[in-house]
């Protein structure tokens, strides 16, 4: 382990195994691990939604969502922050292995998946975005981590006894703060339990679309408190040294998220279906989401 200066100089290797051409990276085991986790756990929320969703909806839309995250958060990158060297470089558009997704340009990809998804099986929409966004925090918590270990995304400057120097991934010979390791706190262990929390306590799962204004609003507000921390993206040259691209991107998110928690507190939380009667039975017999609705 080297030092300079005293404090810590990275050299994490981001790929874990590598067998001849074939290299098993940090970032992609990321990816795949925040995919297993959230299905998981979407898929329980699902079996207790009181909308028509299914737990097999949210196997089905593993697929989509990791298209339209893979899609949307490359097209993002090169969109949102760097336009003109990948005019210049085409092909390494899609060398996604190298790293370079934008988590706003992701979640555009994964919203256009959810409407697509949502029409063709005639699901409520945010029904379906309310499970999707509390699924997110995992994979974003991992792949805050996974920046960190690839060293990119790096922090400003800064003295605080934990700085990193990001020398050999281009930070310079200086200490930085961590800022990879404060997201991955903020957007994602620290946003996930703002939604337990709703979730347990606010009806969030029978309130059609709180839980995914929360995320929005929740999101949008992390970003931007760990943006004071992180070195600033090529494009906030355009912008005032005290706001940030980052932030820039986060203030459509906070400002949708306030509309979509208004609009689902202004209604009363969704009632669980009764348990319907079959002919000739003075019994009732729970179905479908009436028998997943006690759980």
């Known amino acids: 382990m080297e030092s300079l200066g005293g404090f810590w100089v990275h050299d994490l290797d981001p790929v874990l195994i590598a067998l001849g051409p074939i290299a098993i990276r940090w970032y992609s085991l990321a990816y795949i691990g925040g995919f297993i986790a959230g299905m998981a756990i979407g898929m329980r929320l699902a079996a207790k939604s009181p909308f028509p969703i299914e737990p097999d909806h949210i196997d089905k839309f593993l697929v989509w969502c990791v298209v339209g995250t893979i899609i949307g958060g490359r097209l993002g990158q090169v969109l949102f922050y760097y336009p003109g060297y990948y005019l210049q470089n085409p092909a390494e558009i899609v060398m996604i292995w190298k790293g370079g997704m934008s988590f706003h340009g992701g979640l555009i990809g994964v919203w256009v998946a959810q409407v697509l998804f949502a029409r063709r099986h005639g699901i409520p929409f945010r029904a379906l975005t309310d499970i999707i966004c509390f699924m997110a925090p995992i994979g974003i918590m ?9 060293g990119e995304h790096w922090g400003r400057i800064a003295d605080v006894p934990w700085a990193v120097v990001f020398e050999a991934t281009g930070g310079g010979p200086v200490p930085r703060h961590p800022s990879q390791l404060y997201e991955a ?43 004071w921390f992180r070195e600033p993206e090529l494009l906030t040259e355009s912008l005032p040294s005290w706001f940030t691209w980052g932030q820039a991107l986060s203030l459509p998110m906070i400002a949708i998220g306030l509309v979509v928690i208004w609009q689902a507190l202004s209604v009363p939380p969704a009632e669980a279906p009764k348990p319907t009667a079959p002919q000739g039975s003075g019994k009732a017999k729970n179905t479908g989401k009436a028998k997943k609705a006690r759980t």
């Open 142 to 150: 991992l792949g805050r981590v996974a920046n960190f270990i690839n």
């Open 185 to 227: 706190a903020l957007e994602g262990a620290a946003l996930l339990a703002v939604l337990w929390l709703v979730y347990r306590f606010a009806d969030g799962l029978r309130r059609k679309g709180l839980l995914s204004g929360v995320f929005l609003t929740g999101y949008g507000l992390a970003r931007s408190t760990a943006e």
